[in-house]
């Protein structure tokens, strides 16, 4: 079992940065590729980023590209989204996810079967 608690969220405004984290509590950190999706009231949940188990490969989707960047510390247990450039339509509640890893990185919200709370992300305009 994963549980993950993410942190870091909070009200900025456009053009701002903020950096989530999340913190994982399990033996086997490692093992698992880890994911970011965000969930705007009324909307699916969307996939922003994933990394690989050993942090060397990375998977953004076009939103997230060139603004957002994930990466870990296995021995911290901890993952982070480094979130530049932000904008209002960024505005959601951010979870983490983990998934068992896997020979290519996800992007389908089904295939995590571990995630977070969730962190609320508000960038006004």
């Known amino acids: 079992q994963v549980h993950l608690v993410e942190s870091g969220g909070g009200l900025v405004q456009a053009g701002g940065s903020l950096r989530l984290s999340c913190a994982a509590s399990?033996?086997?950190?490692?093992?698992?590729?880890m994911g970011w999706f965000r969930q705007a009231p009324g909307q699916e949940r969307e996939f922003v980023a994933a990394?690989?188990?050993?942090?060397?490969?990375?998977y953004y989707a076009d939103s997230a590209k060139g603004r957002f960047t994930i990466s870990r510390d296995n021995a911290k247990n901890t993952v982070w989204l480094q979130m530049n450039s932000l904008k209002p339509e960024d505005t959601a509640v951010y979870y983490c996810?983990?998934?068992?890893?896997?020979?290519?990185?996800?992007?389908?919200?089904?295939?995590?079967?571990?995630w977070g709370q969730g962190t609320q992300v508000t960038v006004s305009s």
């Open positions: 399990t033996r086997s950190f490692s093992n698992y590729d």
């Open positions: 990394l690989s188990w050993g942090g060397a490969v990375t």
């Open positions: 996810a983990a998934t068992f890893r896997a020979p290519y990185l996800r992007d389908r919200a089904n295939d995590y079967a571990h």
